[in-house]
């Protein structure tokens, strides 16, 4: 979930200032793209070098960069940048700044210009942290929106023992983790995607295949992860890289393959997504060496492929949702209608090569969806765009 997410964070003047560092490198192990925010106390702690070269980002302490020349570094858009401000550790002084609207330096200004959500790690020595002050403060700050990731208990800096110790980093992760899974507004549905093509053998090298490339159905595949969704991808023989955070990736070749690999699956998932595109037909006898140019015959005898698609729509229950592609080379939408009754599908979207940019190989399409009932006709935009409007009209089904 942390996958892509930009976080900010905001590093403050605590002895915990190491423990930062590896909070940066696990998000970012994560996925996340991270920038940093120091305070000054902050930079007496860990050098702002480390977090830049962790980061590949400059690291935000001030106002001004080269204050002869009048340039200004802008907290506002950093605010505006971020999905999450995580400010950890947090220190006593910022707590009692980020609650009294406080701005007295560069990070106090990131926190009141950011319309994202903010988290913070307090670390502070036990009696600083179980003051009325900076309860009320954190108590406040709660009432605010703002989630808190609680200090735990144990040997502080001091040399004292209490609450008070920043979470360790994997733990600040996890709950960054969490923030986004529990936003997620299709957390915990299971997504079924067949993507790329298929290879359908004559001998042990030559293949009858077609062109389409698997960026749609991985687009796809990547929508709905964002969207907290468990995706399973079945991805046939194409060169895009399927994207990370895929509940499975399972690679096939055939459709014959492909078609056991869905029926393992489609009694598990809520939704099919049926974006590969699987050969019709495939050779009746394939050589399992390689023929050569003397021995191949004048003619290949062709045999059915399971129809996966249809198998899905068969085996379709009462909470299953299944949605089908259909590539036309016309306008398409009689066909793409008596697709989606004759393979009991709940939704199916139309590309026609009628349309520049559309179908296969290329990195936009043009698509309608038809529901049963209404067609809508998007524009033509990038796939990834199309995949977010096609998670929106599988959302409506
Ligand atoms: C060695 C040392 C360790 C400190 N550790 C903490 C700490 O863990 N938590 C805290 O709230 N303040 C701590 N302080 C005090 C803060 O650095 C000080 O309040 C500072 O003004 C915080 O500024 P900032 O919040 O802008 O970074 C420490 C100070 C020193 C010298």
């Given at each position: 979930?942390?996958?892509?997410r930009k976080?900010?964070l ?6 915990a200032?190491?423990?930062?560092v590896f ?6 192990r994560?996925?996340?793209?991270v ?6 106390a ?13 980061t590949?980002h400059?690291?935000y ?5 080269d204050a ?10 950093l605010?505006?940048w971020?999905d999450?401000?995580?400010?950890a550790p ?11 609207g406080?701005c007295t ?5 990131v926190?009141?210009s ?5 988290m ?11 003051h009325a002050a900076?309860?009320a403060?954190l ?6 929106g703002?989630?808190?990731?609680e200090p735990?208990?144990g040997?502080?800096?001091?040399g004292?023992e209490?609450k008070?110790?920043?979470e ?18 299709l957390?915990g549905l299971?997504v079924l995607?067949?993507?790329g ?16 490339s ?5 687009a ?6 964002d969207?907290?969704?468990?995706v399973?991808?079945l991805l046939?023989?194409a060169t895009?890289a399927p994207?990370?955070g ?8 055939t459709?014959?393959?492909?078609a ?5 699956r489609?009694g598990?998932?809520?939704?099919g ?13 394939p050589?399992?060496n ?18 996966v698609?249809a198998?899905?729509?068969q085996h379709k ?9 259909a590539?036309?080379?016309d306008?398409?939408r009689a066909?793409?209608?008596s697709?989606?009754?004759r ?15 559309a ?10 969806t038809?529901?049963?009932?209404d067609w809508h006709?998007?524009e033509?935009k990038?796939?990834?765009?199309v995949?977010?409007d ?8």
């Open positions: 979930m942390v996958h892509g976080i900010l905001g590093v403050t003047g605590s002895i200032a190491f423990k930062a909070l940066a490198r696990e998000l970012i994560r996925g996340a793209e920038r940093v925010v120091m305070t000054a902050a930079t007496e702690f860990v050098g702002p070098l480390t977090f830049a070269t962790l590949g400059r690291v302490s001030d106002f001004t960069e002869d020349q009048g340039t200004w570094t802008n907290h506002v858009d605010g505006l971020a999450l401000f995580v400010v947090a220190t006593a002084e910022t707590l009692s700044a980020f609650s009294t406080r330096n560069f990070l106090h200004a926190f009141l950011s319309r994202c959500e903010v913070v790690a307090p670390a502070m020595d036990l009696d600083m942290f179980s900076t309860q403060n108590h406040l700050l709660r009432e605010r703002i989630s808190v990731v735990v208990s040997p502080l800096a001091s004292l209490g008070g110790r920043m360790e980093p994997g733990a600040i992760a996890d709950a960054v983790e969490g923030y986004f899974e529990s936003r997620a507004p957390r299971r995607i067949t993507a093509p298929t290879h359908e053998p004559i001998d042990a090298v030559r293949f009858i295949g077609n062109r389409s698997g960026k749609m159905g991985v796809l595949a990547q929508a709905f992860i969207q907290g969704a468990q399973s991808l046939g023989p895009v994207p990370v895929c509940e499975e990736v399972v690679r096939f070749e459709a014959a393959e492909l056991a690999a869905v029926a393992e489609w598990q998932m809520d939704v997504i049926a974006a590969a595109a699987v050969a019709d037909v495939r050779p009746a006898a050589a399992t390689k023929l050569h140019r003397a021995d191949l015959p004048p003619a290949i005898v062709l045999e059915p492929t399971p129809d698609l198998y899905m729509g229950a009462g909470h299953q949702k299944l949605i089908g592609f590539l036309e080379t306008e398409g066909s793409a209608a697709k989606l009754e393979k009991n599908l709940d939704g199916i979207v139309l590309n026609t090569l009628l349309d520049d940019g179908g296969f190989q290329t990195d936009t399409n043009k698509v309608s038809f529901d049963g009932r006709t998007f033509l990038s796939k990834a765009e995949a977010r096609l998670v929106n009209f599988i959302q409506h089904l």
